[in-house]
């Protein structure tokens, strides 16, 4: 998988998932434009290893739930590096756990805005260009939440992550005649800091027992997915969200 000459974009790309992605798409030879929020020295950090390994990084802060700031981001993006040929709209998270009965509109507004507007919004800046060129690659970023419906006090995450799974099989009808595909990726249990934040180490361990390969995932697990589906190795795979749970959900 040699992205060489590619330049990649991917949102929440500091951290966890998204920065061992970025950092595959680095060793895969690409070119690549990263955002974050909070986690700027993990971006700085990725800068550097880009540049020892003989390509360029770049972190861009940005709330990519904000139309202006997709804008601007887009407008930088591409005035750096050139048109963008591969999106990972990775940016989104659960913002805290509460029952149904508990939880306010807002939280369900903030919910749907850092997931599922955000994968909207640059998706669609990115399909500006692609469209015009008939190629491209867009990746999003469900879960294993989305399909199952997720752990107690997650509903509105569960209900975010799903949209954006049925966004994307409806994106891939759309834009695959113009030579665009679109899959997603839906992860389970990875040991990143969502999970130190939002679990606990006995939930952890009862999801590792559910679990036929008896294991948490690893954020490489996730970012290998990534550039494969991103790759010519996926060239007539579109619509899809491929589950990355170690069998979890069968």
Not at 61 to 66: F, I, N, R
Not at 170 to 191: H, Y
Not at 196 to 223: I, K, M, Q, S, Y
Request: proline share 3%.
């Amino acid at each position: 998988m040699n992205f060489s000459g590619k330049v990649v974009l991917i949102t929440g790309g500091a951290s966890g998932i998204g920065g061992a992605t970025t950092r595959a798409f680095i060793k895969a030879g690409a070119k690549v434009a990263f955002t974050y929020l909070t986690s700027a020295e993990e971006a700085v950090r990725i800068e550097r290893e880009a540049e020892e390994a003989g390509t360029i990084a770049l972190g861009f802060k940005a709330d990519v739930s904000q139309p202006d700031a997709v804008a601007q981001l887009f407008l930088e993006v591409e005035g750096t590096f050139g048109p963008v040929d591969v999106v990972f709209a990775n940016a989104g998270g659960l913002i805290k756990r509460s029952r149904c009965v508990d939880a306010t509109l807002d939280l369900w507004q903030e919910a749907m805005s850092i997931n599922v507007f955000s994968t909207f919004l640059t998706v669609q800046a990115a399909l500006r260009s692609m469209e015009k060129r008939e190629a491209g690659a867009i990746v999003t970023m469900s879960s294993l939440a989305g399909f199952d419906g997720g752990g107690m006090g997650a509903s509105h995450y569960a209900a975010s992550k799903a949209a954006v799974a049925t966004f994307t099989r409806a994106l891939a009808k759309e834009v695959g005649p113009l030579g665009i595909r679109v899959n997603g990726v839906a992860p389970g249990l990875i040991g990143t800091r969502f999970h130190d934040t939002f679990n606990t180490p006995d939930g952890r361990a009862a999801a590792v027992e559910r679990t036929p390969l008896r294991r948490e995932g690893a954020p490489d697990d996730v970012a290998q997915a990534v550039l494969y589906l991103a790759s010519d190795a996926a060239a007539f795979i579109t619509g899809e969200i491929l589950q990355i749970n170690g069998g979890t959900g069968f």
